[in-house]
């Protein structure tokens, strides 16, 4: 049980990065590798912010606005400095390596006794239930866990609702348009360039406040603990556009795959551990899974052109 | 009005592949004037339309329109006073959002745009009824992904967009040479009813010679870059399909007259 908990709670929290991800990656369609340096940044402010004593929840917006200062210079270079794509989020990224390790003045911040964002829940759940542990169908879970799991789930619910909003509006549907038709939305007077440096900002806060939870979930901030996670979060959205079916355009749907998608992924992952799968091969796996996602629709379309004949459309 | 004064536009310049596109284009085109850019192809007639749109910034010569010296704005901002359609039909719409949601794209051309919802009923129901009219049955479909439309849907919509808020001058680059013949008269038909109606000023480049002589007021016909026939008022009125091609004939032949001097000639110098 405490393993389930666990992973929910943690693909709860990645789903916030796999939102940050689905902007970058399918809304604005830019490879942005700044998420990697992102999300430690967002987990390293917030860090600093909790062992000096700031508020939880404040420390966890300083660390999305971190994040969003990220997305804002990758965007930056690339459409004001004319650096390809790619390459601007892999100068941000490195960058960030160094700027993560200012910030923190080392590699690694521990926080075992500051505040959290769960505090609250886990005063409330200790009020009604004085013991550390509460049973769930007859398993016994720490308060801790549980005041972690329910706050998270309403966070990213919350920011699950806003970021449907915000798409929605004036600006957000100017993004969209600017990610898919940068021709089009030019010609209806929005400087596309722009929408994409607003649209990365975004993408990356979102991935900050990932960090800046996960920091307080894990009790640390490492500088390390950014490798992979933009790989991380394709694959997420890449699970959630099978749950979804990849033809679903609604900004709602899009969403709830993405959700929906990191957390059954999680939970896999957590499935695979268990059966021996060793962490140190965690990244591997993930890479090639999302080797294998990309790749096996076009074989099974070409596969399927030569059995069957015609034209198929599976890998177009 | 649309002023061009002396415009040019080399492409790769000092380059082999160096292409002189505009060789000094000069045209006033007045309010309500709809004209037609014909010529044959390499002319330079979407180039210009591109230069009037700022797809790209010119060499030299000076652009106004409606009061204003828009030789130096970037294309968005151009586009609070030019509606555009394209060739392809996929270029003016966003494929993946919904017919409502380009639409109130357009409705917003050269405005702020702010965190408001883009989409209320109010907008829905003016949406559904300015598009009824096509004939299309798509006012039942506007939460639909535009992509879903045939070419010819799209294209009428993306003119409706274009249309929605009066452009101070409309550019329609062969908005039809890309639909089936059915499609492409009724787009054509559309264009005609929205530019007469609003009175808009507009420039259309069109390969079809029927088009130009039936739809605009006024006949541009270009050649390497150069403005070669202008053809508007009586002569407009009185032309026909067979003059055009005549016309077309005439640059041919200087172009091989010129062409054979220049052999003749050039061996004097060498
Ligand atoms: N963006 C560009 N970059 C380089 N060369 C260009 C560009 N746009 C146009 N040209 C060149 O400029 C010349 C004029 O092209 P343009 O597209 O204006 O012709 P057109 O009259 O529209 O022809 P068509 O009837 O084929 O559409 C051509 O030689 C073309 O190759
Ligand atoms: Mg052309």
Not at chain 1, 80 to 89: A, P, R
Not at chain 1, 192 to 204: C, D, E, H, K, P
Not at chain 1, 233 to 253: F, H, N, W
Request: hydrophobic residues 50%; positive net charge.
């Amino acid at each position: 049980m405490t393993l389930v908990i666990g992973a929910f709670t943690m693909g709860l929290i990645l789903s916030l990065l796999a939102l940050g991800v689905l902007i970058s990656f399918r809304i604005l369609r830019f490879c942005d590798i700044t998420v990697d340096g992102s999300i430690t940044l967002g987990a390293s402010a917030t860090a600093v912010l909790l062992v000096s004593g700031c508020n939880p929840w404040l420390a966890t917006l300083g660390g999305m606005g971190a994040g969003m200062i990220a997305g804002f210079a990758t965007g930056l270079l690339h459409t004001h400095f004319k650096i390809e794509e790619l390459l601007s989020g892999i100068l941000v990224m490195t960058a960030l390596y160094s700027i993560n390790l200012r910030v923190m003045g080392r590699s690694n911040v521990p926080m075992l006794n500051s505040e959290s964002i769960s505090d609250w829940a886990e005063a409330m759940l200790l009020k009604s239930n004085p013991t550390e542990k509460i049973s769930i169908l007859g398993w016994p879970v720490p308060v801790r866990d549980l005041a972690m799991l329910l706050t998270v789930a309403a966070l990213v619910a919350f920011i699950g609702l806003l970021l449907n909003l915000f798409l929605k509006t004036s600006i957000g549907t100017a993004v969209r348009a600017a990610g898919e038709n940068p021709q089009m939305i030019r010609a209806q007077g929005v400087d596309n360039r722009w929408m994409q440096v607003f649209g990365l900002a975004v993408s990356n806060g979102l991935v900050g406040l990932s960090g800046a939870v996960l920091a307080q979930y894990q009790g640390f901030a490492d500088v390390q603990m950014g490798i992979g996670m933009m790989v991380w979060g394709l694959a997420s959205i890449i699970i959630g556009e099978a749950l979804v079916g990849k033809s679903t355009r609604s900004t709602g749907m899009m969403i709830c795959g993405a959700l929906m998608g990191t957390v059954l992924f999680r939970l896999l992952i957590a499935i695979a551990l268990r059966w021996g799968l060793d962490p140190n091969d965690l990244k591997l796996v993930t890479a090639l899974f999302v080797f294998a996602a990309l790749v096996l629709p076009r074989w099974a379309g070409k596969i399927g052109r030569k059995v069957f004949g015609g034209r198929g459309n599976a890998g177009a | 009005m649309l002023e061009l004064n002396n415009v040019k536009k080399t492409f790769f310049p000092g380059t082999p592949n160096e292409v002189q596109a505009l060789r000094g284009i000069s045209m006033k085109l007045e309010d309500g004037c709809f004209a037609a850019i014909i010529g044959t192809n390499g002319s330079g007639k979407s180039t210009s339309l591109n230069a009037v749109a700022g797809s790209f910034m010119v060499d030299s010569g000076q652009i106004h329109l409606d009061g204003h010296d828009i030789t130096k704005w970037p294309e968005y901002r151009r586009a609070s006073l030019i509606g555009r359609v394209f060739q392809n039909p996929f270029a003016g719409t966003a494929a993946e959002m919904t017919i409502a949601e380009n639409i109130v794209l357009s409705m917003r051309r050269g405005k702020t745009r702010g965190l408001g919802l883009a989409l209320n009923r109010r907008i829905r129901e003016e949406i559904k009824e300015r598009i009824r009219p096509l004939n299309m049955g798509l006012e039942t479909r506007i939460d639909n992904p535009i992509g879903t439309l045939s070419g010819g849907q799209r294209q009428a919509l993306t003119l409706l967009m274009a249309t929605w808020l009066r452009p101070k001058l409309l550019l329609l680059d062969e908005h039809t040479a890309a639909l089936d013949p059915k499609s492409a008269a009724q787009v054509a038909v559309l264009t005609k009813e929205i530019i007469e109606r609003e009175k808009l000023t507009a420039l259309m480049v069109t390969h079809s010679m029927q088009q130009a002589v039936q739809l605009p007021h006024r006949i541009i016909m270009m050649h390497k870059g150069q403005i070669v026939e202008d053809i508007y008022g009586e002569r407009k009125a009185r032309v026909k399909v067979a003059d055009l091609m005549n016309a077309f004939d005439r640059v041919r032949r200087r172009d091989l007259f010129d062409a054979s001097v220049a052999e003749q000639v050039l061996p004097q110098f060498a």
